[in-house]
């Protein structure tokens, strides 16, 4: 069994054995405290693509994430960015690949839109992000780190260390989590 799929069994394993969290309250975790939710209604910040000196690509995914009980942001990095726009790592690789001169592509909404003076393959990668958005649900392994911007006045930002499309069984694990929760609760 190759590291890839140790790692995909591990975080299988991770939602059977730890507790389903919101994004949201995970700014009360302990710092570096590892949990899993759902990531459902998202702004995406910014999506990076830069090219490092020994010619691999490196992709970076700002979020935000907010609903009733607040807001916090989410960092994701590598391959698993793809599942943000609905695609495979291998077909997110090929989007890496629009950055062919070693320049940095840059994705952040800007009211005007993007300007004309930015290249072919910033305007296609602009394009891209603007709309091809997924909309399914998604479930995040992730870890609470602290947020050095603080823009937000928030210490807490989570560092996404898996994301996969949530299935059924996912998908009740959380939803019963949560049912149990509120029972407890009220």
Not at 120 to 132: A, D, G, I, P, V
């Amino acid at each position: 069994m190759n590291s890839f799929q140790t790692k995909k069994n591990l975080y299988w394993d991770f939602f059977f054995k730890e507790k389903p969290i919101k994004l949201t309250e995970a700014r009360y975790l302990k710092l570096h405290d590892e949990r899993w939710g759902l990531l459902t209604e998202f702004y995406l910040e910014s999506v990076k693509i830069n090219k490092i000196n020994t010619g691999e690509m490196c992709s970076a995914a700002t979020l935000k994430v907010s609903d009733r009980a607040g807001q916090i942001i989410c960092v994701a990095k590598g391959h698993i960015i793809g599942l943000l726009f609905d695609l495979t790592p291998q077909e997110w690789s090929d989007v890496e690949k629009l950055n062919c001169w070693g320049d940095q592509l840059f994705y952040r909404y800007f009211k005007n839109g993007i300007k004309s003076s930015f290249s072919y393959e910033h305007k296609l990668f602009y394009n891209f992000c603007m709309s091809n958005q997924t909309q399914k649900p998604l479930a995040v392994v992730f870890r609470r780190t602290s947020n050095m911007r603080n823009v937000d006045r928030n210490n807490a930002v989570l560092e996404i260390l898996e994301m996969r499309h949530c299935n059924e069984q996912l998908l009740d694990l959380y939803l019963d989590h949560i049912k149990k929760s509120q029972t407890v609760d009220s």
